[in-house]
């Protein structure tokens, strides 16, 4: 989950790459993504996803969809998920926006007020592709409320951000069977050494700093539908 950017060196590198008629110096410089979702396990060549066009009425909408929300389908478009349009019978099926549409990755749009890079989903012929939930992952995102409290199987729903966009997990404060839209449940952050079986320190919260120095919430994907009269 890196960007490339490449810089002249000086002749005095040896770090070389092909350049058009000669090799040519270069430097490698990497920045991470601001915003990503990063299948931890159950990430295989069957996971099941789907793609499916971005439900917009202008190229202005979908600029701050970043990757790593949480969507569903509308009229058979997907759009970010807001809490007055997953509360509805029946209840959309939540969707996991990866990094980028089909295998063009994430582009760079801007740099905000803050300063920081943004990274959304590039939309060629304006199709998202997306995990669902009830593939049964287990997920790392950047995409959350960070005021919220976490504890391992706090159960997830949505909200939306300073623009109005949907798509942002938070904590669920309704728990009884059928009195939230829930599209995750909270794991245990995973380390950058997550493949080991007991990790040094052993993670006691879902929400942590992963290898790229970005603060994630880890969760299993889930689904569970509001009742609605």
Not at 48 to 56: N, W
Not at 148 to 168: A, E, F, R
Not at 199 to 227: D, I, Q, R
Request: with cysteine; charged share 15%.
């Amino acid at each position: 989950w890196l960007k490339f950017e490449v810089a002249n060196m000086s002749s005095a590198d040896n770090e070389l790459v092909w350049g058009d008629a000669e090799y040519q110096p270069r430097e490698v410089v990497l920045s991470p993504y601001t915003h990503h979702i990063h299948p931890v396990k159950g990430w295989s060549e069957h996971f099941l996803d789907k793609v499916a066009p971005a439900h917009y009425t202008s190229v202005e909408d979908i600029r701050y969809w970043p990757a790593g929300r949480v969507g569903i389908l509308q009229n058979g478009r997907i759009a970010p998920a807001t809490p007055s349009a997953v509360n509805t019978n029946p209840a959309p099926m939540p969707l996991y926006l990866l990094c980028g549409p089909l295998d063009d990755g994430e582009i760079e749009i801007s740099v905000d007020p803050d300063g920081l890079l943004r990274w959304v989903n590039s939309v060629p012929g304006l199709l998202l592709p997306a995990l669902v939930a009830t593939g049964g992952y287990e997920l790392q995102t950047t995409e959350f409320n960070t005021q919220g409290t976490y504890y391992c199987n706090t159960p997830l729903t949505v909200t939306v951000d300073s623009k109005n966009i949907g798509g942002v997990l938070t904590p669920a404060t309704n728990h009884t069977y059928g009195g939230a839209w829930i599209c995750g449940v909270c794991s245990l952050h995973c380390q950058e050494d997550w493949k080991k079986k007991i990790e040094t320190p052993v993670p006691t919260s879902p929400v942590g700093t992963n290898a790229s120095g970005k603060t994630t919430l880890t969760f299993w994907s889930y689904f569970l539908p509001k009742v609605v009269s």
